[in-house]
C-alpha cells in the first residue's frame, strides 16, 4: 500500500477540492480510489446530493460524464497522473462531442517518486492533455487549490471547456510504502 506524507504541510486543499466541487454544483464524482484523492472521494461518498461512482479504469468516467452532461447534471473525474495514459483515446469524445468535462490529477511520477514505473507518464501528464484539447493548471501550493479548480470549473461549466487541475506531488506529499 502506498501513502501519502506531508508533514506540517497545509492540508487544508484537501476538503477545498470537495467544498469547489460542491459549490460548482458537481453531482458526479466518478473516480479510481487514490490516496491523494481520499477526502474528496470520502465526503463525496457521504454527500447524499453527490453521486460517488468507483470506476475500473479512469476512461470509465469520460463516458460516465458525458452522459450525467446529457442528463443535465455536472461531474467530475477525479484520477492519478497514470491513469491520464489510459484515457488519451477515449479524451477523444470530449474533443469531438464538445462537452464539459473537468478532472482533477494528483501527480506521479513528478517529484521523489520511489516507483519508476510512474516516472514516464507522470513526466508526460499535462503535455498529453494539452495534445487533447484539455486546458490544464497546476498547484504546487495549498493556497493555489481552491482558485484555480474555481476557474477551471468555471471554465468546464460556464464555458463548455475541457480542464484538468494538476495536484503535484510537492503538495500531495512524497509517497511511501506503508507498513
Not at 452522459?67 to 489510459?86: C, D, F, K, P
Amino acid at each position: 500500500m502506498v501513502s501519502d506524507t506531508a508533514e506540517g504541510a497545509d492540508q487544508s486543499w484537501r476538503q477545498d477540492v470537495f467544498d469547489v466541487l460542491k459549490a460548482a454544483g458537481v453531482k458526479h464524482v466518478v473516480y479510481v480510489p487514490d490516496a491523494g484523492h481520499a477526502t474528496a472521494i470520502r465526503l463525496a461518498e457521504a454527500d447524499p446530493e453527490i453521486k460517488a461512482v468507483v470506476l475500473t479504469t479512469e476512461e470509465e468516467g469520460i463516458g460516465y460524464l458525458a452522459g450525467a452532461w446529457l442528463g443535465g447534471e455536472r461531474g467530475a473525474l477525479l484520477m492519478q497522473s497514470s491513469g491520464v495514459g489510459n484515457c488519451i483515446n477515449t479524451l477523444g469524445l470530449v474533443a469531438c462531442a464538445r462537452f464539459p468535462f473537468l478532472a482533477v490529477v494528483t501527480m506521479r511520477g513528478d517529484w521523489a517518486e520511489f516507483n519508476q514505473w510512474q516516472n514516464p507518464m507522470g513526466q508526460a501528464t499535462e503535455a498529453a492533455l494539452r495534445l487533447m484539447g484539455v486546458m490544464t493548471w497546476r498547484a504546487d501550493e495549498a493556497k493555489d487549490v481552491a482558485p484555480l479548480l474555481r476557474g477551471a470549473a468555471t471554465m468546464a461549466f460556464e464555458g463548455d471547456g475541457a480542464c484538468a487541475l494538476l495536484l503535484g506531488q510537492r503538495l500531495i506529499g512524497e509517497k511511501e510504502w506503508a507498513k
